[in-house]
């Protein structure tokens, strides 16, 4: 059975510091990773979709890498803002498979 | 631009009644998942869907669940006698296969 697995579950940080998460997954025929943030009462929406061994992304403050070989990928806030709190997902497939999700991180964001 | 399509947005309904939420996948998408977020609670995995059948289903999702594409557009979560714990906005999911997935606006439910 393929598994996701995401920590910390939840995280509580105060505005202006830095964080990361950590998403694990199996390393074999790894095809693609992606990057979820879910606020409460919204939609996802997607982060980041990474394929490469060593891809590092990047979207304003957050970023993420992958490392396909050991698999793993960490998703980095930069200067946490109150506006980042929200559950954090990532999912993964192998090819020809569909995403399988973690149960994600909880961040909050305090002023 | 394709999106998720979820109705009702809101449905009040009374415990033990049987409740169905719809989502209408974008329609080249072949994954279905349905996720639910209790108030205040982490986002829950309740399902996968592929090729007419479950592919993946955690332990929330129990009897009284079930899901079905009964017309290849419509893409339902049933639930046969709900709980007042079932109270949830619950959000739809579709993706291609390996690219991004996208997810609908979510039904609140409410049991009462």
């Known amino acids: 059975i393929l598994n996701v697995e995401q920590s910390p579950q939840s995280l509580h940080v105060q505005e ?11 390393s074999s025929n790894f095809y693609a990773l ?5 606020e409460t009462a919204k939609s996802p929406e997607a982060l ?24 793993y990928s960490y998703l980095y806030i930069k200067g946490s803002q109150p506006e980042d709190s ?20 909880t961040l909050s964001v305090s002023s | 631009e394709p999106e998720v399509t979820q109705t009702p947005s809101h449905q009040v309904t009374q415990m033990g009644q049987e409740v169905i939420l719809r989502c209408v996948p ?10 639910r977020q209790i108030l205040g609670q982490k986002v829950e995995f309740l399902v996968s869907f592929y090729n007419n059948e479950i592919s993946e289903k955690s332990e929330i999702f129990d009897d009284q669940f079930s899901v079905e594409r009964p017309d290849g557009s419509n893409f339902t979560l049933k ?34």
């Open chain 1, 86 to 105: 929200a559950t954090y997902l990532c999912a993964f497939s192998q090819a020809g498979t569909a995403l399988i999700f973690g149960k994600g991180t």
């Open chain 1, 16 to 26: 202006g510091d830095s964080t990361n998460f950590t998403c694990s997954f199996p």
């Open chain 2, 26 to 35: 974008i329609s080249n998408h072949l994954y279905f998942y349905w996720y």
């Open chain 1, 48 to 71: 980041f979709v990474m394929t490469l061994n060593g891809d590092e992304k990047k979207k304003g403050r957050i970023s993420a890498t992958l490392n396909t070989k050991e698999g």
């Open chain 2, 79 to 112: 639930i046969r006698s709900t709980k007042l714990e079932d109270s949830a906005m619950y959000f739809c999911a579709s993706t291609r296969g390996n690219t991004e997935a996208f997810f609908g606006q979510g039904t609140r439910l409410t049991v009462v």
């Open chain 1, 34 to 38: 992606h990057w979820y943030r879910w």
